[in-house]
């Protein structure tokens, strides 16, 4: 039913409708849908979504009790319901069908015959009565605010507004589907629907109204606002006198509707007709006077069951406007004498809306709710798979387009060589990227200037490795010196080896490390010829910056007409021009991947009800005003392109572009031609310092351990020189036993000699520096006598005097003669850890020594 409500107003016409929520019955949802979670998923998902299930089962037990103390408690749950129910409509399907959900019966009184009651084991009626109840509670809304005041008129009629988005969103989008089967009550119909959008918005228009007057707005524009509220409580009454909602609200509505019709339609006749009298419109003004006592006097006759507030307040106003028309009649018979043209030959009054329905599809919109998102029915998946197919050939089509323009500018530009060839005309001169960053590498390596500092290098570390060289040769020959000299001295009694038969193939290395230093010195000279001989052509590479070196592009020396400015600054405008599309068509690429990477709408296919095709043609259409622009764009560009072949023939003409692009590239091949001389010397500079450092290394070795085998040496003759001098003075008993031990050392001609593994060969693509020895290969003899002498030094070395008058060093000597080289070097390396700190174990262990160091080990 509907409620009458008058407010505080001075005004008694301000008595307004609000709608009665429709009521239901008890319905359980939790637990079936509960089971076909567990049934079409999994028992662990229905457990997830406990939470959810609770949720909507409480929704629906506190939309079933008495309405909230407060309306504005009872639209949000109403709101909150509504989305919930979207969501599960896309999710579980509710019919009698025995695999859907068919234990849910949803049960609705209608709101305006209570008796009458509609019952469906689908959702639609649920959805439908739910929007109808949010229409009512918005229209409640609206009369709890004063309407004595501004802002409660205001507030009032943004409720009422709503109260007809509520409807309408129910007219458009519920009423027809709960209708199917005719199982639903007439309060949710497509009709009724229809005439409560257009009463909330009447109610909305005459609070307006009111707070037109309230400001004192002249009358032409109440009589505007009013008659729009005429015009809305008009097409109610329309709709409330025609099937099937003709026979289905009483008599007090009709008669409601009715006289808020005609009281607004007099009330805009009475407010215009002020307007007319201000004009001296006399004849029109006494026209529409009558028109609106006709109107009046008309709906006294079916007023019955009117409130008598209205009643009241159509009887004020037919008083002023006699009162008007007795005024205007007696001025018109004795002023103006115009004749009053009859009321239906008037044009209708001008009407001005000032409100609209609000547009629920936002407050309703379930795509944002996190209810039931884990559960996304195979449809939803595949729909949403094509959209995103549709979208991606949208953006690929789109992106080819763009990539396509942006190449075929740089290949048209490239090919009339711009904007280079502006850029020389300015002395902004570039060089090709790649040929300018070669250059930058040379010029940071230390470019042609550089390269002397770098041949001084080689120089300096050949003489560094000749002085070592001769280094070590002088201290060969001072310890050759020194053994001939005790060997002249003690005669037969010196018998250790000479010198020259120990060092022998110490000598050869040197000998070929001098011989590499020669070498080396030859190409060191071709390095340094050849830098001077093409000094010229690498100075090129000198110039800074780089682009100095290239030729200038001048301005003709007699010019006809003198518009090379003028040609000049119309094709670099038009260059400007095109490098601003191009931005135009970055940006437009960003948009359309920043659109798809936003463009989520499973939310949306989850809650739609309709066809996915209608979504997907409103959803695509998105990307269809970037498509336009990049079209516009494409095209725009080509335009451009012409007008820029068009200018550049011109300017290539007046300033001989081709005679400057041959020069150009004859320096370009300079500069090639000069940085290819520069890597290959650089090369070789290189692989000189590398071979140098090499060598030094190899001759440092060498130096080390002629160091070592003079070292040791010097201790052999040490003890010999003691020896033989305890010998000369009768203090050995056993001289002639003993006499010829030193002779044993084994002939280094006739031992193999081992190659140093340092050795390593020159890396110089020219004649080698040097080149490592060959590393022999010598067969180790496996007589017994071998293993006694190896027993018997590895006894001596610990100290033992094996049984034998003989010197402990003289015993070793002839002992060490007889084992190869190998078995000297796993004899010392086995035997070192075993040596006591006494002056006998150390000294058989620099004999060892000795013998390494002569055969290389």
Partial sequence: MATPSASSSSSSSNIMLAIFEKKTTSVELYRPLRNYIAFNYSEREAQNLEDDLQTLKQYRADLERSPDPTPTARRDLLQNYFKALCLVETRFPISPDKDHVNTVTFTWFDAFKPKQKAAQQNIHLEK???LFNLGAVYSQIGLTYDRATVDGRRLASHAFIAAAGAFAYLRDNAATKAAIGGGATVDVGVECAGMLERLMLAQAQESVFENTIAKGSTPGVCAKISRQVGLYYEEALAALNVAPLNQHFDKGWISHVQLKAVLFYAEACYRYSLELHEKEEIAEEIARLRSAVSAITESKKSAKGAPAQLLDAISKLEVNINRNLERAMKENDRVYLMRVPSPSSLPPLPAFSMVKSMAMSEVLDASKEKMFASLVPDSSAKALSRYTEMVDDVIRTQAEKLQQASELTRVRLKEMDLPDSILALEGNFTLPTELKEDVEAVQISGGPAGLEAELQQLRDLRRVNQE??????????????????????????????????????????????????KQAAESDGRIERS????????????????????????????????????VVGALKQSLRQLETLGAQRAGLEDMLKEMKRKDD?????????????????????????????????????????????????????????????????????QIQAAIAKFREIKENINEGLKFYVTLQDAITNVKQQCSDFVMTRNIQCREMTEDVQRQMAGLNFQDNKNAGAYNNYPSVGHQNQRSNSQQQADPRPQAPYYQPPEQPTMPGPNSSSH?????????????????????????????????????????????????????????HLSILAIYLIAFDM
């Fill in 128 to 130: 439908a009565a739910v």
């Fill in 787 to 843: 293993m006694q002498a190896m027993s018997m030094a590895s006894l001596l070395i610990r100290g033992g005097e094996a049984h034998t008058t003989m010197p402990m060093h003289n015993n070793l000597d002839l002992i060490l003669g007889l084992l190869t080289p190998s078995q000297l070097h796993t004899l010392l390396l086995t035997k070192v850890a075993t040596i006591s700190n006494n002056s006998v174990a150390v000294y």
């Fill in 531 to 566: 830098v001077r001989e093409h000094s010229a052509l690498m100075s090129i590479l000198d110039r800074r910056p780089i682009e100095s070196a290239l030729p200038s592009l001048a301005r003709p020396i007699m010019s006809l007409d003198a518009n090379e400015d003028a």
């Fill in 468 to 517: 070592m060289l001769v280094q070590i040769e002088e201290l060969l020959q001072k310890e050759a010196r020194e053994d001939a000299q005790f060997r002249g001295q003690f005669g037969t009694r010196w018998t250790r080896p000479q010198s020259s038969t120990l060092t022998k193939n110490l000598q050869d290395r040197l000998n070929r490390f001098a011989a590499n230093l």
């Fill in 601 to 669: 709408i499973l939310p949306k296919l989850m809650t739609s009800t309709g066809s996915y095709e209608d979504l997907f043609r409103k959803e695509i259409s998105k990307y269809d005003r970037i498509s336009e622009d990049i079209a516009h764009n494409i095209e725009a560009q080509e335009q451009l392109l012409l007008q820029i072949q068009a200018q550049n023939d011109d300017f290539s003409a007046i300033f001989n572009l081709e005679d400057y692009k041959a020069s150009r590239e004859k320096c370009y091949k």
